[in-house]
Nanobody
Framework: QVQLVESGGGLVQPGGSLRLSCVAS????????MHWYRQAPGKQREWVAT????????NYADFVKGRFTISRDNAKKTVSLQMNNLMPDDTAAYYC??????WGQGTQVTVTS
């Protein structure tokens, strides 16, 4: 079955950086568009970024443009999210998702001074 495992979260000060990774198994990874979402406490889950399967076209939510970069390594079946200039409002659990609706368990990012 499909399994997505996120890692790379942690505690970071404002202005800092983190790199999240999501390793997939059970799918032909290079055929899947992949997404990152996040959910802050008490808020709805929101879309963060997408990278397409073939052309690797990327799209970002306005609130992360210029700060976050999504990428993929098909050989490693991994989608990554490089997060720079983190702000307290970026505090959330971050999840990867396939375009067929499979979710990982999430990784927590906390931005605080």
């Amino acid at each position: 079955q499909v399994q997505l495992v996120e890692s790379g979260g942690g505690l970071v000060q404002p202005g800092g950086s983190l790199r999240l990774s999501c390793v997939a198994s059970g799918i032909i990874f290079n055929a899947y568009t992949m997404h990152w979402y996040r959910q802050a406490p008490g808020k709805q889950r929101e879309w963060v970024a997408t990278i397409s399967a073939g052309t690797r076209t990327t799209n970002y939510a306005d609130f992360v443009k210029g700060r976050f970069t999504i990428s993929r390594d098909n050989a490693k079946k991994t989608v990554s999210l490089q997060m720079n200039n983190l702000m307290p409002d970026d505090t959330a659990a971050y999840y990867c998702m396939t375009n067929t609706g499979d979710w990982g368990q999430g990784t927590q990012v906390t931005v605080t001074s």
